[in-house]
C-alpha cells in the first residue's frame, strides 16, 4: 500500500480555504493535518497549489459502444483526468442503448477494463422498457435518464402515460433532457421552408427555443411534483427556467433539482458568427441575457450542479450543414479551467465552484466517500495552479476526436496533478497508463 504525502497545499472543501498537509495510502486520504510527517511516503511539495476534491461529472457521453469513432470510455476518462475530473456518470444513449439490466452490466464491465476515472452509468428510460426499470436494483446504477426532447441517438420518450409510470415507480434520481418535440419540430420546418437543410447556425437557438424547453421542464416538474417523483433536470440553458426551481432549503431536502453546463455559462449566441456549428448543442446556447440569470441562479442556488454534458464528434461531422451537423463536443478536459478563469475574473468563488462540481453532485447521487476531502474518504483529487498561463491547441487536447471549442482559448489556471483513488493520474502534462479507477457505489 504506497503513501503519498501532499505538503504546502490550500485544500478547498465545505466552504472553507485552508493551508494543510494530505497524506494518502492506498485508495484514501488516511491523515489531514497542518504539518504531517511521514518517512516512508513520497512527498510531493505543492507550493501553495489549490486542492480541490476530484471533479464529478454527473453528464458524460463517453459514447462506447457503438459510436467509438467519436470517443471510447478509454480516451475519454483519460481527457476527463486531464481535466481534474475523477469520477463520471454516463449517459445511455450509445448503440446499443443502456435500456435493458443487461446492457447496463455490460457497459460497467467495459469500464472496469478501461477506465481512466471513476464510473457509473444512467439508465435510459424508453417508451417500452417500463416493467425492465422496475425490476433495477436501486444501487446498480447512478440513476434513470429520459429523453424528453430527441437528442443524438434518439431515445424520445413521448408517450405521457409511460412519463408518469417512470416517475411513479422508481426511487431513484430522475435526470431529464426537457425540449419539447413539437414545438422544435414546427420550428425546424419553418426554417427549413425558408433556408432548405443548410439552415444558417444562428437560428439554432430560435428552433430549440427557450419556449421549446420552458414547456418541457414545467411539465416534467408539475410531473414530479404530483407523483413525489425525485427529479433533476440536466442543462438548463434558459433564464426564464431558472424561476422553476428554488433556493429555499437546503439541497438535501429538495426533491427537484437542476444542473448547469458549462457551456451554457460560457458561450452566448453572439458566438455562433465565429464558431458556427462547434457550439451547436442540444439544448442551444442562447443568449447573453439567458447566460447571465443562469449565472444568477447558480450562485443563489437555485441551480445546484455543474456539468459538462461532454459529447464528442468527429471534427468532420460538425462541419456539415445545419441539419445533418450533431449536437455536442467535448469539455472534459477543458471544464476545470474554464470554470477557475470565471473565478479570476471575480464571477464565482473557488469555495462555490467545489461546491457545485464535487459537494453537490456527490449528495444528489448519494456517492459513497466522495466528492470532499476528508479523513477515510477515496483521494480523489484535482490540484490547481491560478497562475500558469496556457493556450488550448491540437497538440495538447487528449479527445480521441481532436478538437475543441475552446481551441485558441487563453487560461490561466491549469490542472497540474489528478489523483484517483490516491493513484496520481495526471502529472504536469503527462497520464499515466495505470488505471486505478472503480466502479461507483451508493448510501441508499
Request: aromatic share 8%; proline share 4%; glycine share 6%.
Amino acid at each position: 500500500m504506497g503513501k503519498t504525502l501532499l505538503k504546502n497545499a490550500r485544500v478547498v472543501n465545505e466552504g472553507i480555504i485552508e493551508e494543510l498537509d494530505l497524506l494518502l495510502e492506498g485508495d484514501y486520504i488516511s491523515r489531514i493535518s497542518k504539518d504531517i510527517s511521514e518517512a516512508e511516503a513520497t512527498v510531493i511539495d505543492l507550493n501553495g497549489k489549490y486542492i480541490l476534491p476530484g471533479i464529478i461529472d454527473d453528464q458524460v457521453h463517453f459514447r462506447e459502444p457503438g459510436l467509438t469513432h467519436k470517443g471510447t470510455i478509454a480516451s475519454e476518462s483519460r481527457a476527463a483526468v486531464a481535466g481534474g475530473i475523477t469520477t463520471y456518470m454516463e449517459q445511455p444513449n450509445t448503440n446499443p442503448q443502456t435500456t435493458t439490466i443487461v446492457k447496463l452490466e455490460e457497459k460497467h464491465a467495459m469500464a472496469r477494463e478501461t477506465s481512466y476515472a471513476n464510473y457509473s452509468f444512467l439508465f435510459g428510460g424508453t417508451n417500452d422498457n417500463l416493467e425492465e426499470l422496475k425490476r433495477l436494483d436501486k444501487n446498480a446504477c447512478s440513476g434513470i435518464k429520459l429523453f424528453l426532447g430527441s437528442s443524438t441517438g434518439n431515445m424520445l420518450v413521448d408517450d405521457e402515460a409511460v412519463i408518469e409510470g417512470i416517475f411513479s415507480n422508481t426511487e431513484m434520481v430522475i435526470s431529464v433532457h426537457c425540449e419539447d418535440e413539437t414545438t422544435i419540430r414546427r420550428n425546424l420546418e419553418a426554417y427549413k421552408e425558408k433556408y432548405g437543410e443548410d439552415i444558417p447556425i444562428q437560428y439554432h437557438p430560435l428552433i430549440r427555443s427557450e419556449e421549446a424547453c420552458y414547456l418541457s421542464s414545467s411539465k416534467a416538474i408539475a410531473l414530479a411534483k404530483k407523483t413525489g417523483a425525485r427529479l433533476h433536470v440536466f442543462h438548463l440553458s434558459t433564464g426564464k427556467e431558472t424561476d422553476l426551481f428554488q433556493n429555499d432549503i437546503p439541497l438535501e431536502k429538495k426533491k427537484i433539482t437542476a444542473e448547469v453546463c458549462i457551456h451554457h455559462l460560457w458561450f452566448s449566441d453572439a458566438d455562433y458568427l465565429d464558431k458556427g456549428t462547434l457550439i451547436k448543442w442540444n439544448p442551444a446556447v442562447k443568449t447573453a441575457q439567458d447566460r447571465d440569470t443562469l449565472w444568477k441562479a447558480l450562485l443563489d442556488d437555485r441551480i445546484d450542479v455543474i456539468a459538462t454534458d461532454h459529447a464528442p464528434h468527429l471534427l468532420s461531422e460538425k462541419e456539415n450543414p445545419y441539419t445533418s451537423a450533431p449536437s455536442g463536443g467535448p469539455l472534459v478536459q477543458h471544464a476545470l479551467p474554464a470554470i477557475l478563469e470565471k473565478h479570476l475574473e471575480g464571477v464565482i468563488s473557488l469555495e462555490k465552484i467545489v461546491e457545485k462540481m464535487c459537494h453537490n453532485p456527490a449528495k444528489l447521487f448519494d456517492l459513497d466517500k466522495r466528492g470532499y476531502i476528508k479523513e477515510g474518504y477515496f483521494a480523489d483529487l484535482a490540484v490547481v495552479s491560478l497562475n500558469d498561463p496556457w493556450q488550448v491547441s491540437k497538440e495538447n487536447i487528449v479527445y480521441k476526436c481532436g478538437w475543441s471549442p475552446f481551441e485558441g482559448s487563453s487560461f490561466k489556471a491549469r490542472v497540474t496533478h489528478t489523483f484517483v483513488n490516491g493513484h496520481l493520474a495526471y502529472e504536469n502534462g503527462k497520464l499515466s497508463d495505470k488505471r486505478n479507477a472503480k466502479r461507483l457505489t451508493f448510501n441508499r
